[in-house]
């Protein structure tokens, strides 16, 4: 009984500081495993509340939440590996070279991921604007991360990806309250032009043009066949076309009611008889 005994001290003396040891190690590890998981999930919802107060799109709201919240966990999951004694130099370069990997076959949805990003944080256009992108006119149906999907006028659904977007040059036609109309028409070389002006101006008096700025009509070119009068005025930006079809429709009218005529195109031929060669 007294050699078991002996024996047992023997063996404790020997174990005993490494389950203390390795058991400190296993109690701070998950301690800081826990602790460090609360306060992910805090940071978190500190930045969903940031973003939210900075009028960020919900879209990116969710995702960069999520980016975080998975980046800080990694971090986590790894610092506490460490901390009880694994090696995590080879994950740590395996994981990098996954991330070059991935990155590299994927280098045309990254670009558009970031295109979209930017999109959703600084908000060039919403849903509901009316834009001109790449080449496509409509208005804007959804925003994603990866594409922007655009509702054409004659009702057709058009997915532009974000890369290109945000590299490319974006008209908003409704960023703006108001817009300016611009109406050219063009009259003959021998109409009074006095009358022309007097003719536009007259058509402007409706109640959807603005009376601040006035407006204006000016002659805006000398054609070939054609002297180019523009009537200039301002409305609301929802007006826009309903006054322009309404001139269109109008300005003939009016204008040969007053004898000024809209002349066609014209091309004057000159033709030279030549004497043929001897």
Do not use: C
């Not at 998975?70 to 070279?97: C, D, E, H, N, R």
């Not at 979209?116 to 908000?123: N, S």
Request: cysteine-free; glycine content about 8%.
């Amino acid at each position: 009984m007294d050699f078991d005994v002996n024996q047992l001290i023997k063996h404790t003396e020997t174990w005993l500081p490494v389950v203390l040891e390795y058991g400190a190690n296993l109690t701070l590890a998950f301690a800081t495993l826990a602790i460090g998981w609360w306060l992910i999930s805090t940071i978190t919802g500190r930045v969903g509340v940031l973003l939210g107060k900075r009028s960020v799109d919900k879209t990116l709201q969710k995702f960069v939440g999520n980016l975080v919240s998975t980046a800080l966990k990694i971090m986590l999951v790894i610092s506490v590996a460490s901390m009880i004694g694994i090696q995590t130099t080879s994950f740590v370069a395996a994981l990098g070279a996954a991330g070059l990997a991935i990155g590299l076959a994927l280098q045309g949805s990254l670009s558009n991921f970031a295109g979209g990003v930017l999109i959703l944080l600084f908000r060039p256009f919403k849903v509901g604007d009316t834009v001109e992108v790449q080449g496509v006119y409509g208005t804007v149906e959804s925003i994603l991360i990866f594409h922007t999907v655009i509702l054409s006028t004659d009702n057709k659904r058009i997915v532009v990806p974000n890369g290109s977007i945000s590299n490319g040059i974006i008209t908003n036609y409704s960023s703006e309250a108001l817009r300016k109309v611009v109406f050219d028409v063009g009259v003959d070389y021998t109409a009074n032009l006095g009358i022309a002006r007097q003719v536009l101006l007259e058509l402007s008096k409706d109640p959807r043009v603005l009376k601040d700025p006035a407006p204006v009509v000016v002659v805006s070119t000398l054609g070939d066949s054609a002297i180019t009068v523009s009537l200039r005025i301002w409305a609301l930006n929802t007006d826009y076309w309903d006054l322009m079809f309404m001139f269109n429709e109008k300005a003939r009218d009016a204008l040969g009611q007053q004898g000024i005529g809209i002349p066609f195109p014209q091309r004057v031929i000159t033709v030279i008889n030549t004497p043929p060669l001897p």
